[in-house]
Every structure is written in structure tokens, then in C-alpha cells.
């Protein structure tokens, strides 16, 4: 009996003036920032299951903003990895005059030196 009187205020107060409008903005903010799970998102296996169902726009935003991140430093380290290949592919082809000269100095081919 107690349980149904306790149901009934529950639902009158839900669904008065003040009570739905606080229902309805819970509601929306949740669904935007989502439930905080705080460190059991940390959880080996678990975690990750947890992060999914309770993450709200918000978190999946700033995931998806942390992987383009990453993806660009990946693609930047990848594009300057080969350029630095390439040309140490072009400085290992040069003589040692050809070398010199491309360093702003100046071959001196009877002392075998750059000045």
C-alpha cells in the first residue's frame, strides 16, 4: 500500500507543472554530456562497453576530435619520415665537391677540402 501511495506522488509530481519541465531538461542533458562514469570508463573491457552506452554528444565529439588530431600528427611524422628519406637519398649520390658547394663552401681539389 505504501508503494503505491509512493508511485502516485512520484507520478503526480512528474507530471505537474515544475516536475515535467525538470524530467524534460534531465532528459536533454544527459542525452548531450552524457552519464559521468568517472574512472570506471577505465575499467579493462568493461569500461569501454560503459563509455559507449553512457558517453553522450559531447564525449563522442571530443573522441572524434582526439583521433583527427592523431590521425594528422600520424600523417605529418609519415609525410616528414619520407621527405627526410628522400633526401638522404640525393645527398648520398653526391661527391664530396657536389657536396661542398650545395653547403655554401668552396672545393678546393688540390687540398681536397671545403672552405
Not at 515535467?20 to 552519464?35: C, D, K, N
Not at 570506471?40 to 582526439?66: C, N, S
Request: glycine share 8%; proline share 4%; with cysteine.
Amino acid at each position: 500500500m505504501l508503494a503505491l501511495g509512493a508511485a502516485k506522488m512520484a507520478l503526480n509530481v512528474l507530471t505537474s507543472r515544475v516536475g515535467l519541465p525538470l524530467v524534460v531538461a534531465a532528459v536533454i542533458v544527459i542525452g548531450y554530456e552524457g552519464l559521468p562514469i568517472g574512472p570506471l570508463r577505465y575499467i579493462p573491457f568493461a569500461g569501454e562497453y560503459l563509455a559507449m552506452i553512457t558517453d553522450g554528444r559531447v564525449d563522442r565529439v571530443r573522441a572524434q576530435a582526439r583521433l583527427d588530431v592523431e590521425n594528422e600528427s600520424r600523417a605529418r611524422a609519415m609525410a616528414l619520415i619520407e621527405q627526410r628519406s628522400k633526401d638522404n637519398a640525393e645527398i648520398s649520390d653526391l661527391d664530396a665537391a657536389h657536396l661542398c658547394a650545395e653547403l655554401g663552401g668552396r672545393w678546393v681539389p688540390n687540398e681536397t677540402r671545403c672552405d
